[in-house]
């Protein structure tokens, strides 16, 4: 257990974006599954209204990090995230152990960081998450897109109606399903599906979208249709995707980070980090050379 | 002799096996539904529907029993749906790996394969007894308690199925785990409730032994659930060994209503499970 695995003492190269504009932030985050330890200190800064990408061989963590940034990991009680979580400048990582360990680790920590009040549900309302396979909810089609909606709000059926037909327009699925709104989601083609779970996603108004490889079952029709559907959503939310699709990476993304065993190896603007990629294994990792 | 041939030769042994295996049960439940039908068919009519039994040699029908079994089964059946889903839920979603639900999940095992005249017996010592009679309620927590293991197992079993994916895309929008459980998990599953119900149903539908120890039966109509109460199994068990060809008849036709109740409570489950299925 002593032995420090080297990619832990390795330099890494780290170019955040101004803190100024940052709509949701992991600091030193260390993540845990029961005794394993899967995240070391990552840092992701995430820029407001621009799309961050997040790349690296398979177990290095992506989904990982995706997963505390959200805190769906609140589900299983073996797992627990240590570090800080800041969304808007306030700390909500939830996990009550977090606090303690921060402290024994950290010494302290800075007082000046006030643990905000937003509760769980109320960061998972603004950080919403589409998931690699499409989890289409066993209802309508507008019931799917109504459900987050109805958690917070009520709202008549006029207004449900205008929700709905948005946030379908935007996830451009409008115009395959308006004719079925009342049809059932498990009907529809798997491209078509994710489409509806990122219309779900973003029919709550959050400011974060993550998305952990989106794509992944999709045919390349769809999936030049999904990342259409990003590049649009950038202007009103912020996106964090995790991709094992190198260009898609590149089409899409503002800023990439390289992920390696746990650890955020690289972080630069996305033309730098692919053309001009600073450590060796993103070197690597960016033109083939590694698994 | 070549591989080849050996093989082929297995395999026809395996095939004529299985065929004449097949054909064994088949025509078990041929002659069964065979013998129902010829014997039953026959004392069909109105007054089985009307009138309650009748004296040896008078003219009666099965009233009073087709009513007792109906409410005990229904209410028997909707304490055991009521309370088996709720478990079953407790054992998939929150308790399951707990040394408690490991306990429960072995408990439930137990006492879904507790012969009926056991739980019968327990019945009667807590509901019968102390209160100086048998009832439609004995009968009625008698069945629950048959049908409760079989739903709770069939529903942690169905639960288990879905997706963990689908239950945090849905804590992912905010929603409360119950609330996930509830609006989402459930309607995924709910084809697997509707047939664990079934099979609730079917299990209690015949049972004899637990409701002579806490129904008793009762020659007369009766809906009091605070006094004994007729069911068409113990009709049948006391008519069926009577020496009484009137009495032998109508217990033929109470066995071809338990039968036709069952299959087409089958059919109907099959029927909405698809339709749950589909939309
Ligand atoms: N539920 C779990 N329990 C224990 N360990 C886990 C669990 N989920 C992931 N891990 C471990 O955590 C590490 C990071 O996994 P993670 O799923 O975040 O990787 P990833 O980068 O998303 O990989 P992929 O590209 O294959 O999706 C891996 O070593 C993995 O084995
Ligand atoms: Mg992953």
Redesign the interface.
């Known amino acids: 257990m002593n032995d420090i695995p080297a990619h832990l003492t390795e330099e890494v190269h780290l170019a955040f974006p101004s803190r100024d504009n940052l709509a949701i932030e992991a600091r030193k985050l260390d993540f845990f599954y029961g005794k394993t330890q899967a995240l070391y200190g990552v840092d992701l800064p995430v820029e407001r209204h621009k799309i961050t990408a997040l790349i690296g061989p398979s177990g290095c963590g992506k989904s990982t990090l995706l997963r505390a940034l ?1 805190q ?1 990991y ?2 299983y009680p073996k797992q627990h995230a240590v570090g800080r979580i800041l969304l808007d400048g306030h700390d909500v990582l939830a996990d009550r152990k977090s606090l303690s360990r921060l402290r024994e680790r950290d010494g302290g920590g800075d007082d000046t960081m006030v643990r905000s009040p937003i509760d769980i ?5 603004r950080v ?2 589409v ?1 690699q ?1 499409p ?1 289409p ?3 309508s089609i507008y019931d799917n897109v109504a ?2 909606v109805r ?2 709000q009520r709202k008549s059926r006029a207004e449900m109606d205008v929700i709905v037909e948005k946030a379908l327009r935007r996830a451009a699925l409008w115009d395959e399903v308006k004719d079925k709104l009342h049809s ?1 989601g498990l009907g529809l083609s798997g491209g078509q599906q994710q489409r509806l ?1 990122v219309a ?2 973003i029919a ?1 108004e959050p400011d974060v979208l993550l998305l952990d490889e989106p794509a992944s079952a999709l045919d390349p029709v769809s999936t030049a249709k999904l990342e259409e559907t990003l590049i649009e959503l950038r202007q009103d939310f912020t996106i964090v995707i995790v991709t094992h699709n190198l260009q898609q990476a590149a089409r899409i993304s503002n800023h990439t980070g390289f992920m390696y065993l746990g650890r955020m190896m690289e972080f630069q603007p996305t033309e730098e980090l692919f053309a001009n990629p600073r450590g060796q294994r993103t070197r690597d990792y960016v033109t083939g050379r590694f698994g | 002799m070549d591989r080849a041939l050996i093989r082929r030769i297995q395999n026809i042994i395996f095939v004529v096996l299985t065929a004449v295996a097949t054909l064994i049960a088949l025509t078990a439940l041929v002659l069964i539904l065979w013998s129902l039908l010829s014997k039953g068919i026959g004392g069909i009519d109105s007054k089985i529907f009307t009138m309650t039994q009748p004296a040896p040699g008078s003219e009666g029908g099965l009233s009073n029993a087709i009513m007792g079994s109906i409410m005990m089964c229904g209410i028997g059946l909707l304490i055991a749906v009521f309370v088996g889903i709720l478990a079953g839920t407790w054992l998939s979603e929150y308790g399951g790996n707990t040394a408690y639900g490991h306990a429960v999940r072995f408990l439930n095992d137990v006492l879904l394969s507790a012969p009926s005249i056991l739980i019968g017996l327990f019945v009667y010592e807590i509901l019968v007894r102390p209160f100086h009679g048998f009832s439609g309620w004995a009968g009625a927590v008698a069945l629950a308690i048959l049908a409760m293991p079989i739903v709770t197992r069939t529903t942690e079993d169905i639960l288990s199925l879905q997706p963990s994916a689908l239950r945090e895309a849905g804590m992912a929008l905010g929603a409360s785990r119950a609330f996930v459980i509830r609006k989402i998990v459930w309607k995924a599953a709910r084809a697997g409730l509707v047939t664990g119900a079934l099979l609730g149903f079917a299990r209690i539908s015949g049972e004899t032994a637990p409701l002579l120890f806490t129904a008793l039966g009762n020659q007369f109509f009766s809906a009091d659930l605070s006094q004994p109460m007729a069911s068409l199994p113990t009709t049948i068990f006391q008519f069926a060994l009577s020496a009484y060809d009137d009495w032998q008849r109508l217990a033929w036709v109470g066995a071809l209503l338990i039968a036709v109740a069952v299959l087409s409570i089958n059919i109907i489950g099959r029927v909405i499970a698809r339709e749950a299925r589909r939309s």
């Open positions: 959200n769906i609140d589900l549900a109320g960061l998972r309302a919403g998450m998931f396979k989890t909810f066993p209802m459900f987050g958690l917070y059932s779970c779900r996603g709550v």
